[in-house]
């Protein structure tokens, strides 16, 4: 049995070591290949299912003044900026500032349209309502990373003062 709990001991150690090594890293990657994918999306028209939420969104916060035919292109090279940004590990925390000011965006129209995204406010989220509300891991992801961002780690164990 002792055996038994010290190779346990000793594969859980090793796992442990390579998920501080790399869970930041991949979950930097990881989240660079959704906005990449989501932000190429939004070059194609009508390839992106929140291509109509998200120009009607950006053309009332900007009272008219961006019309969707600039702001979906706008808001698909923003992503893409962001998700290569994760991807190469390049200016994160500009590309993370990015990242922030994009998902502020993409949380107000459970505000600006409750109708749409609930079918019974604030409970029942539609289709699109789930596809926002479920950016609040992606922002919690960020968070993560921005943890990280001026060099700092995740430790496997404990630090001992």
Do not use: H
Not at 95 to 100: E, I, K, M, V
Request: proline fraction near 7%.
């Amino acid at each position: 049995m002792a055996r038994v709990f010290y190779t346990f001991e000793r594969v859980d150690r090793q796992i442990t070591g390579w998920l501080a090594r790399y869970s930041i890293p991949l979950l930097r990657i990881g989240l660079g290949i959704v906005f990449l994918w989501f932000g190429l999306l939004k070059f194609f028209p009508g390839l992106s299912p929140a291509q109509d939420l998200a120009t009607r969104t950006i053309s009332d916060l900007t009272f008219g003044l961006v019309p969707a035919a600039v702001s979906l292109p706008v808001l698909a090279l923003w992503e893409v900026v962001i998700g290569l940004g994760l991807i190469l590990g390049w200016q994160i925390r500009l590309t993370l500032l990015l990242l922030w000011v994009q998902m502020l965006g993409t949380v107000t129209p459970l505000f600006l349209y409750p109708g749409e995204v609930f079918t019974l406010t604030p409970i029942a989220p539609t289709l699109e309502g789930q596809y926002i509300i479920k950016n609040v891991v992606l922002i919690c992801a960020g968070l993560v990373i921005g943890a990280t961002a001026r060099g700092g780690g995740v430790v496997p164990e404990p630090q001992r003062v």
